[in-house]
């Protein structure tokens, strides 16, 4: 269970996160004649998607844990069951979709970079693509989630979190570099 301070400070910071991640979607997509780019198309993408995972993190991460409301939910998470594991899956699945939208805006800078007269064309023309990668690498990393009933363990707190999460978000993580740094370097040293 997390302490009061915990909770209250997740909130601070994320409700007023949340409601500027919506302001800046409303713009992109009432001004969309003006950001016409693949930057800006695929920044309301993930912002909608990331939108989603911050509000499934909080009802099936945050509240079972917090006080009161913990006590109040935990009874529905304790028994294992398949109905809680299409959501728990969608909770990780965002999770490692924003790792794959940072990757792909931090690459979409890049090629900005590296091919400033074309890299426009490039990601236009291969947005589809671009989106069926964005949403399929993290699909393969956890759709296993699916094939097992999921349930809330109150006599292991947290260690989910701290060994299987971590590792796996840091090989997701270091996984990504190594990609990015693979086509990029190669293309460094050609311009150079």
Not at 2 to 29: K, Q, S
Not at 71 to 93: E, G, H, K
Not at 130 to 139: G, Q
Request: charged fraction near 10%; include cysteine.
């Amino acid at each position: 269970m997390m302490d009061w301070t915990e909770f209250i400070i997740c909130n601070l910071y994320g409700i007023p996160l949340f409601i500027l991640y919506i302001r800046i979607i409303h713009v992109l997509r009432t001004n969309r004649q003006i950001y016409t780019s693949a930057f800006y198309n695929f920044v309301v993408v993930s912002g909608i998607v990331d939108c989603c995972g911050y509000w499934l993190n909080q009802i099936f991460n945050r509240w079972p844990a917090a006080p009161l409301l913990g006590d109040a939910l935990l009874f529905l998470f304790q028994t294992p069951t398949y109905y809680l594991t299409l959501p728990y899956m969608c909770t990780f699945y965002s999770m490692y979709l924003v790792h794959m939208s940072a990757f792909l805006l931090a690459l979409n800078r890049v090629s900005s970079l590296l091919i400033p007269l074309s890299y426009e064309k490039v990601w236009r023309g291969h947005f589809h693509w671009l989106l069926l990668f964005y949403f399929a690498v993290p699909f393969i990393i956890c759709f296993h989630l699916l094939a097992s009933p999921t349930y809330v363990s109150t006599e292991t707190p947290n260690h989910y979190f701290k060994y299987v999460q971590i590792f796996q978000g840091a090989f997701f993580g270091v996984g990504l570099h190594a990609y990015f740094s693979k086509i990029t370097i190669p293309n460094m040293q050609n311009q150079g």
